[in-house]
């Protein structure tokens, strides 16, 4: 299939509504795509009746207003496009500009944080115009999916998609004041644009399904390494397997049918893991189109006898999954506000920029890492295979250069060259280097033209991160636009202001191996936060910097920072809950049964080896047996141990104090358990062992 033939064939897109709706009608959508404001109701009835009959035509059955609530996932009711029939009994399709603009899902039916009590339900979800409607098709049949936010009878957010649309709009205001000063008076919006590099592991279906850690967490709970891991590194962009490489073909034609520009599929460094990456769009459009990734990347698995797990660390002992986030800046009229240019010395407009970026992520370095905290991600984060919990920038050498110089002599007098490469092969065609390096080790890295956030897991929502980040930026962009606008000198001041920035934040500056522990140590020389746990970053979330920055731009509310700090307690101790429990039961019910029969086994070896020969030696099997033994004892007592954690908390009260317990107490006992089952798994008779290993899942799939 060519990709011409379906790519947006499912999207509701402009080119569709230009051919589908009144010229008057569609050029006032698009006004209100680009510049704000309400369509009229007239207006919306002609779109939904447009946007139903291009979704029947294409097999759809029933609409669904699709979003985003705290729950990391996308939540979506399908309704049928069935009106009452007519006198003749005859079937009425109908939808109406009401159901398009908004619906009223039971908002106590999903994490609101303290928001709403249980008793009152009412919430509603609002269009998003500016994301494009789309069909998907599933078994249950092909649905409309409207993009919507949701927001409670009182107006506070319960999603994820409301804040990060606030914070694109304090954004661009903040943006546009910035190119007004250096004459820009043609731009209209500056939009932010990622794009999401999606990590994943793929495994079979059938040995899946004898995992319930798996199933019930997304991860192994035990599991001793294989013999072989990634210490070749030949899977990094190795050939694809067929069975996964079947998958991927499928799963892009899904993708490319919802208007997703997925580019990249290659084999990552662990063994079984796999990545897809697409063209950059704009954040709220990303936001999307990452969840639905995610979403359509499980869906086509299965339909291939497959697994795929979103988990950041499903397995010990090889590296985890994260989610690069590739974000930059651009006008409306196509300017990328992080392009430096041939020489950036001379760009004053892109140093501010940048002087401003760094500054933000210097002042707000906890807010970043706060929202990248999820669960998976604490087994993830400071591993040697993602960057620290520490929030630094890589920048290159030579703008890391001009960092020096400016900081050093107020201005940069020139930058460092960037040059060519020459293979020695007189039939290859010379190299020309990029401006930088790459620093696959920093959290916050420059790449050319963007910055790459690598701390985001693989599993969570990428509007959480973006949210934060349009909206520290926007701040530091409001400040030097505060100082700027009262100047009567703009370059001389902006130069000024670029060296102040610089001078006072460039500490967050590192070029170096963020996996060393030379780096932990000198980040706290430096003075900057080090967050190595969800539970200890949760707190920046609700401080009064955080209060007061969020509330300047009308992103949250103080009451919208408290209930999701409460959500972030709630969800990190009920997911470990759920693993502690399924630890015991997989433990209880089929780890010890099993070492037992192994016992058992070994003491029959023994018995029936020396009542038929008494002069052969048993020492072996001896041996075995009382190594066997002690460790299921350790596991036993751990296992008791675990049980009475869990016990514990769930007799206490207070969100933060129930996660607390689970880091400091009930995570220690979940690993002092598995440390001697996954020793046993190395000991035990594998036609014994009661579930597929590490080799089994990662190796044949």
Known sequence: MK??????DNVFSKSVMQTRLPREVYDEVCAVMEHGGQISTQSADVVAKAM??????????????????????????????LSKPDEQGKVILRLTGKQLIMG??????????????????????????????????????TILCIPTVFISYTGEALDNKTPLLRSMEALSQQAIRILRLFGDQNAK???????????YFIVDREKYLKRRDLIYTGRTLFGAPAPKGQELEDQYFGVIRERVGEFMADLNVELWKMGIPATTQHNEVAPAQHESAPIYTACNVAVDHNQLTMETMKRVANRHGLVCLLHEKPFAGVNGSGKHNNWSISTDTGENLLDPGNTPSDNLQFLLVLSCIIKAVDRHADLLRMSTACVGNDQRLGADEAPPAIVSIFLGSQLEDLVEQIVKNGTAADCLSVGQLDTGVSTLPLIHKDAADRNRTSPFAFTGNKF?????GSSDCIANSNTVLNTIVAEAFSEAADVLEQSGDIPRDAIGLVAENLRKHSRVIFNGNGYSEEWIQEAARRGLPNLPSMVS???TLTTEKAIELFGKFGVFTAAELESRSEIMYETFAKVTFIEARTMVHMAAKHYIPAIVRYCTRLGDSVCKVRTACPQASVTV????????????TEASAALEALR??????????????????????????????????????????????????????????
Request: charged residues 25%; proline residues 6%.
């Open 104 to 141: 009223e899902p039971d908002a106590s039916s999903f994490p609101t944080g303290g928001l709403r009590a249980t008793h009152y339900a009412r919430g509603y979800t609002a269009w998003d115009i500016t994301s494009p409607a789309f069909v998907k098709e599933m078994a249950c049949g």
């Open 621 to 632: 099997q001896e041996k075995l047996l009382l190594q066997t033994s002690a460790l299921l």
């Open 189 to 199: 919006k500056v939009i932010p644009s990622v794009g999401a590099e999606q990590e």
């Open 537 to 539: 970053a949760i707190p």
């Open 644 to 701: 009475e954690a869990i016990d514990r908390g769930n007799s206490m009260e207070g969100v933060k104090e129930v996660a607390n317990h689970c880091h400091d107490t009930v995570v220690p006992a979940m690993k002092a358990l598995r440390d001697p089952i996954d020793r046993l798994e190395m000991i035990v008779d594998k036609d014994l062992w009661p579930v597929p290993t590490y080799g089994d899942l990662v190796f044949e799939v």
């Open 452 to 456: 790459e956030f690598r701390m985001v």
């Open 3 to 8: 990709i011409s033939d379906c790519f947006g």
């Open 52 to 81: 139903m009959e291009w979704a029947v035509e294409k097999g759809a059955t029933h609409y669904t207003h699709w979003f985003m609530p705290l729950t990391g996932v996308t939540a979506e009711k399908h309704d049928s496009f």
